[in-house]
């Protein structure tokens, strides 16, 4: 147990030396991190057109209310957030680090290869806007539901946060893996970014077994929706139990594909 938590604190402490040196890049070149922070901004806006149209005409959809449709929208710009800050800019270099044969160097590394892959570089401009304004309409919805602001509403939230996290990694991270086989694997990834779309509005709007297949079978509806589902108390047995269980399924999943992928991966010098 002593060997694990020394390896967990060592990739800790590295996360914070990726996080510390990509806040040092972005600091040496200023126009990259306004630029970036700018057009973030700006897209950020066109999404907020949902909120305020559905707000405006008071709809209700499913039984799902204006207020609680901000819980919902709050949560994907939240989640939109941590995707962009964490793993955006390391999945879209990870083929790359392929064809190029810096993975290689990696491999020589006492690290995790996987978490070198995955951490290796933090954005700092994205997440700015997104966090601020998910963060926003999560308080103003949360007041006007009349939520009560209690320690186990908030924990319980941020709880059911990491839990998507953890699914949102590990979805997004198996279309990169293909990149083992056939060096690029943009066109799945194209795919997954579509879907991801489909969070922009609550998983209630969609057909039950459109809701199935994107909550238990390919979860990319599971990882803005679950937050949302829980502060609103929608949750029943079966999603209470998914909560827990999808993150360990779906990391347990990428992790074996990870090492049979690494397996018959060929050097790019041989």
């Given amino acids: 147990?002593?060997?694990?938590?020394?390896?967990?604190?060592?990739?800790?402490?590295?996360?914070?030396?990726?996080a510390k040196n990509s806040l040092v890049g972005y600091m040496e070149y200023k126009a990259?991190?306004?630029?970036?922070?700018?057009?973030?901004?700006?897209?950020?806006?066109?999404?907020?057109?949902?909120?305020?149209?559905?707000?405006?005409?008071?709809?209700?959809?499913?039984?799902?209310?204006?207020d609680q449709m901000m819980i919902f929208t709050g949560t994907y710009t939240i989640m939109i957030a941590i995707y962009t800050g964490l793993f955006m800019d390391n999945f879209y270099r990870f083929a790359?680090?392929?064809?190029?044969?810096?993975l290689d160097l990696y491999m020589t590394k006492p690290l995790s290869l996987q978490f070198m892959i995955s951490f290796r570089n933090v954005n700092y401009a994205f997440p700015i806007p997104n966090l601020i304004a998910g963060i926003t309409m999560i308080v103003l919805a949360w007041r006007r539901l009349g939520i009560e602001p209690s320690f186990m509403h908030?924990?319980?939230?941020?709880?059911?946060?990491?839990?998507?996290?953890i699914v949102?990694?590990?979805?997004?991270?198996?279309?990169?893996?293909?990149?083992f086989w056939t060096v690029k694997s943009g066109s799945i990834f194209d795919i997954?970014?579509?879907?991801?779309?489909?969070?922009?509005?609550p998983m209630y709007?969609?057909?039950?077994?459109?809701?199935?297949?994107?909550?238990?079978?390919?979860?990319?509806?599971?990882?803005?929706?679950?937050?949302?589902?829980?502060?609103?108390?929608?949750l029943d047995f079966f999603l209470g139990i998914w909560i827990f269980?999808?993150?360990?399924?779906?990391l347990l999943a990428v992790r074996l594909f990870w090492k049979l992928a690494v397996r018959h991966y060929e050097s790019a010098s041989s």
């Fill in 205 to 234: 709007i969609y057909p039950k077994w459109l809701q199935r297949i994107g909550v238990y079978v390919v979860p990319i509806l599971f990882i803005t929706n679950m937050p949302s589902v829980y502060l609103i108390d929608r």
């Fill in 96 to 102: 790359g680090h392929i064809r190029n044969g810096t």
């Fill in 154 to 165: 908030l924990a319980g939230y941020i709880g059911v946060i990491l839990s998507s996290t």
């Fill in 1 to 18: 147990m002593s060997i694990s938590l020394s390896e967990i604190r060592k990739h800790v402490r590295m996360f914070f030396i990726f």
């Fill in 32 to 66: 990259n991190f306004y630029s970036g922070l700018i057009m973030e901004t700006v897209f950020l806006f066109t999404k907020l057109i949902y909120v305020i149209f559905v707000f405006r005409l008071g709809i209700e959809i499913n039984g799902i209310s204006p």
């Fill in 168 to 179: 949102m990694y590990s979805v997004l991270l198996l279309p990169q893996i293909l990149a």
């Fill in 192 to 201: 997954l970014d579509k879907c991801w779309d489909l969070n922009n509005m």
């Fill in 245 to 250: 269980a999808a993150p360990v399924i779906s």
